[in-house]
């Protein structure tokens, strides 16, 4: 609604994880380098972790495409499935051909496995290898869990052909901790990284770059000291929150004709906004 009052080519505070509009905190650049080694070690597991909307699904979107080309991914958004069914999800995504006479991927276990293996293999062969993304994977059940685990242990005498990123709540954190049958994933995890809110300053900082990114003009609508600390207030540092405050004090501001986004401006859209509908946290079995 307010895009071509302010010179935008797109809404600059959508909620998707769209890597275009990733900004380089301190931590995200943190996160990103901790996956970045991972990855080039060929370490195995590796996990970030962080309340929601805190930006862990557009950091490791992001390393993907700064990888792309040079591996193959597997992204698995809902983790809610059975052992079995993530095994499917992996093969799909991995682009792994159904058997030509059925047009179906395996129900058998032991089948799927062997075609996601063969497949590690043949990557591996042509000096590529495979990363697994899961997000959200404290949703994960036990048997999809130890799966995953299992799939991990393929590898060469020299690296492992399956590089697996689990991205998740504190939950994940705390099921890892407490849940005795998980302590071999556990020990499997070699890097870690809990990613934290913003500070007040960054998020000056995140909501001048995503104005920059969206902008057709070469002026951008100027958010005032006192409404980026409002914001901050408000938001408690979570980017996801910081987008939902943000458009609607542009909306606020598109209403009053207003090129300057002031506190009362930023009070005005959060008192009018839509009800919060930030992802309630998974629970399972654990």
């Known amino acids: 609604m307010y895009e071509a009052f302010y010179g935008f080519r797109e809404k600059p505070f959508h909620v998707t994880a769209d890597p275009a509009f990733l900004y380089l905190s301190r ?10 080694y991972g990855l080039q070690q060929r370490l195995g597991f590796l996990m970030i972790t962080g309340e929601v909307g805190t930006g862990k699904t557009t950091v490791a979107r992001a390393l993907v495409d700064k990888l792309a080309g040079i591996i193959h991914t597997a992204l698995i958004l809902n983790p809610a499935l059975s052992g079995t069914q993530l095994l499917q999800a992996i093969a799909k995504d991995f682009g792994i051909l159904p058997d030509p006479k059925t047009r179906r991927l395996p129900t058998n276990r032991g089948e799927l496995i062997g075609l996601i293996e063969n497949f590690l293999l043949k990557q591996a062969a042509a000096g590529s290898y495979c990363v697994l993304i899961i997000d959200e994977a404290q949703a994960l059940s036990l048997q999809a869990l130890e799966q995953v685990r299992l799939l991990s242990t ?3 005498t020299k690296a492992k052909l399956l590089q697996i990123i689990l991205v998740g709540q504190p939950e994940l954190i705390e099921r890892l901790e407490r849940n005795y049958r998980l302590r071999a994933l556990k020990d499997r995890i070699a890097v870690k990284y809990h990613m934290q809110p913003l500070t007040e300053e960054e998020t000056g900082a995140y909501i001048n770059h995503r104005l920059r990114v969206a902008s057709a003009e070469r002026q951008i609508p100027r958010f005032t000291e006192g409404a980026i600390s409002k914001i901050a207030s408000l938001s408690n540092g979570i980017p996801r929150r910081i987008n939902r405050i943000c458009d609607n004090a542009l909306l606020a501001g598109f209403v009053h004709e207003a090129f300057t986004i002031d506190e009362k401006l930023v009070e005005e859209g959060h008192m009018n906004r839509v009800h919060d509908t ?3 946290p998974y629970f399972t079995n654990t």
């Open 278 to 280: 930030d992802t309630v």
């Open 27 to 36: 931590q995200h650049q943190e996160a990103m380098d901790h996956l970045s």
């Open 154 to 156: 393929v590898e060469t």
